[in-house]
């Protein structure tokens, strides 16, 4: 047994039973979770009971491959940027393509991001590059000190040495670095500007953000859009001039609600504000992204180190259109490839924003999912090639007892300025739609003492 496994089995029959079969301390940890507003439409952003443990390899792993990886995209985002062929690719909206021509006034393509990623007997497959405004760091830096102190987690500590991969701190010093590639001279006033609901239960993750930086002595405001002005040159929300604005709101979501005539676009085009993530991360967040990078006539002459970590770790993905395309060494007609290998293949919309469902191959009969290509001509999808998914049992509070579950582990580097620096987990029952046992965990760094 790997001492990955043995952690895992070990904490589980802590739970089982050791000393805390009772289950007094898992609804104390519940209430600390609830007095922290670490829950998110009424329900707990974290219903389970062990963090997610890695080695240290398989992190260092994640590391050298992330940022491999996201070396990659840049180098790819900055031809798009340059060729009106390639923009047309990732099937961006007008408006979408007019706010990725500005330039934001700093280098970085995207100062903070995220892959998707999933961690199997120690290989690393990125399904997914968030790089618009990607979420989790906050909520899974909280979770994190609340899980290190667990009753159970000390006990496992008395074995293992467990480091949290956190990140919020290195968010700040990357806001701060594009700013001062951008021009900024001054202490900057930062606003995290995102969709307030009228009403929210919990906590909204970007609070925590908001109370870490202001510990850090910077004066931070959460702005909803509707809050926002721009006269004489400064964007501002009342009396609070704004600096920075780290957008917290995806740009097909902040396209339904509003045009380009917005105070936040215009403080943009004026390079009145330093905008993080810039408007021109939408190239990346498109899934049509990967679908370039993984073909090898357009990636070329890329670093051979780029197209081994694209080979090895990204899954063939295509823009669904009619057409010819490469699949390895073979020359394909794309759609009655697509058709013919449902059982290896998975639909996703290009854009997350959408109101799309994805749609796995190997979940359908024949002719539901030649429907599901009929529609992914008719609106922009990908074509992705499965990847297996990690598992591991995982227990929770239900109703006042303990269950455990079998389930989806999706392992979540963020990377800020394209250094990996911190990570999350998103557990799943591994199909689209809402699910009670879904949510975040922390992810816990193990090793031997």
């Given at each position: 047994?790997?001492?990955?496994?043995d952690?895992v089995?070990?904490y589980n029959k802590?739970?089982?039973?050791?000393p805390?079969?009772?289950?007094?301390?898992?609804?104390?940890?519940h209430?600390?979770?609830?007095?922290?507003?670490l829950s998110?439409g009424?329900r707990?952003?974290?219903p389970?009971?062990?963090?997610?443990?890695?080695t240290r390899?398989?992190?260092?792993?994640l590391v050298?491959t992330g940022?491999?990886?996201?070396?990659?995209i840049?180098r790819?985002?900055?031809?798009?940027?340059?060729?009106p062929?390639?923009l047309?690719?990732l099937e961006?909206l007008?408006a979408?393509?007019?706010?990725a021509?500005?330039d934001p006034g700093?280098?970085?393509?995207?100062?903070a991001?995220?892959?998707?990623t999933?961690?199997?007997n120690g290989?690393?497959r990125m399904?997914?590059?968030?790089?618009d405004s990607p979420?989790?760091?906050?909520?899974?830096?909280a979770?994190?000190?609340?899980?290190?102190?667990?009753?159970?987690?000390?006990e496992?500590?008395?074995?293992y040495a467990?480091t949290?991969?956190?990140g919020r701190k290195?968010?700040?010093?990357?806001l701060?670095?594009a700013y001062?590639?951008?021009?900024?001279?001054k202490?900057?006033?930062?606003?995290?500007?995102?969709f307030r609901?009228a009403y929210l239960a919990?906590?909204?993750e970007y609070e925590?953000?908001?109370?870490?930086?202001?510990?850090?002595?910077?004066?931070?405001?959460?702005v909803?859009p509707?809050?926002l002005?721009y006269?004489?040159g400064v964007l501002?929300k009342?009396?609070f001039d704004?600096?920075?604005?780290?957008?917290?709101?995806g740009?097909?979501?902040f396209l339904?609600?509003?045009?380009?005539?917005h105070?936040?676009v215009?403080a943009?085009?004026?390079?009145?504000v330093?905008?993080v993530?810039?408007?021109?991360?939408?190239?990346?967040?498109k899934?049509a992204?990967?679908g370039l990078l993984?073909?090898?006539?357009v990636?070329?002459?890329?670093p051979?180190?780029?197209?081994k970590a694209i080979?090895d770790?990204v899954?063939?993905?295509?823009l669904?259109?009619?057409g010819k395309?490469t699949?390895?060494?073979e020359?394909?007609?794309?759609?009655?490839?697509v058709?013919?290998n449902?059982?290896?293949l998975?639909?996703?919309p290009?854009d997350?924003y959408?109101?799309?469902h994805?749609y796995?191959?190997?979940?359908?009969?024949a002719?539901?999912?030649?429907?599901a290509v009929k529609l992914?001509?008719?609106t922009?999808?990908?074509?992705?090639?499965r990847?297996?998914?990690?598992?591991?049992?995982f227990?929770l509070?239900?109703f006042?007892?303990?269950?455990?579950?079998?389930?989806?582990?999706?392992?979540?580097?963020h990377?800020?300025?394209g250094?990996?620096?911190?990570?999350s987990?998103w557990?799943s029952?591994?199909?689209s739609?809402?699910?009670s046992?879904?949510?975040?965990v922390p992810t816990?760094l193990i090793d031997p003492?």
């Amino acid at each position: 047994m790997s001492q990955l496994d043995d952690a895992v089995v070990r904490y589980n029959k802590l739970l089982e039973s050791g000393p805390y079969r009772d289950l007094a301390w898992a609804e104390d940890f519940h209430a600390r979770m609830e007095a922290a507003k670490l829950s998110s439409g009424g329900r707990l952003v974290c219903p389970f009971l062990r963090p997610n443990f890695i080695t240290r390899r398989q992190y260092e792993s994640l590391v050298k491959t992330g940022e491999v990886l996201i070396g990659a995209i840049d180098r790819l985002q900055q031809m798009v940027l340059k060729s009106p062929a390639l923009l047309a690719c990732l099937e961006l909206l007008p408006a979408e393509k007019m706010l990725a021509s500005i330039d934001p006034g700093y280098q970085a393509l995207e100062v903070a991001s995220r892959l998707d990623t999933h961690l199997l007997n120690g290989s690393v497959r990125m399904v997914q590059y968030n790089a618009d405004s990607p979420t989790g760091a906050g909520y899974s830096d909280a979770l994190a000190d609340l899980f290190y102190d667990a009753p159970p987690v000390k006990e496992l500590r008395k074995r293992y040495a467990l480091t949290r991969l956190g990140g919020r701190k290195h968010l700040l010093q990357a806001l701060l670095k594009a700013y001062k590639q951008y021009g900024g001279t001054k202490k900057p006033n930062i606003a995290i500007v995102e969709f307030r609901p009228a009403y929210l239960a919990g906590q909204s993750e970007y609070e925590l953000f908001r109370d870490c930086f202001r510990e850090e002595g910077y004066a931070v405001e959460i702005v909803s859009p509707e809050q926002l002005e721009y006269r004489n040159g400064v964007l501002r929300k009342g009396s609070f001039d704004i600096d920075i604005a780290y957008r917290r709101l995806g740009v097909q979501e902040f396209l339904v609600r509003f045009d380009l005539a917005h105070p936040l676009v215009q403080a943009y085009r004026d390079h009145a504000v330093c905008v993080v993530n810039s408007f021109r991360s939408e190239l990346a967040h498109k899934k049509a992204m990967l679908g370039l990078l993984t073909d090898e006539t357009v990636t070329a002459k890329f670093p051979a180190a780029e197209r081994k970590a694209i080979r090895d770790h990204v899954p063939w993905t295509r823009l669904v259109k009619a057409g010819k395309t490469t699949y390895g060494s073979e020359r394909v007609d794309l759609l009655e490839y697509v058709v013919q290998n449902r059982e290896r293949l998975t639909l996703k919309p290009n854009d997350d924003y959408s109101d799309q469902h994805a749609y796995f191959g190997w979940q359908m009969d024949a002719s539901a999912w030649e429907r599901a290509v009929k529609l992914a001509m008719r609106t922009p999808y990908v074509a992705q090639e499965r990847v297996e998914p990690a598992r591991s049992v995982f227990p929770l509070l239900s109703f006042g007892h303990l269950e455990f579950r079998e389930l989806q582990v999706d392992v979540h580097p963020h990377a800020y300025l394209g250094k990996v620096q911190g990570c999350s987990t998103w557990l799943s029952d591994g199909h689209s739609g809402f699910s009670s046992a879904a949510g975040i965990v922390p992810t816990f760094l193990i090793d031997p003492k």
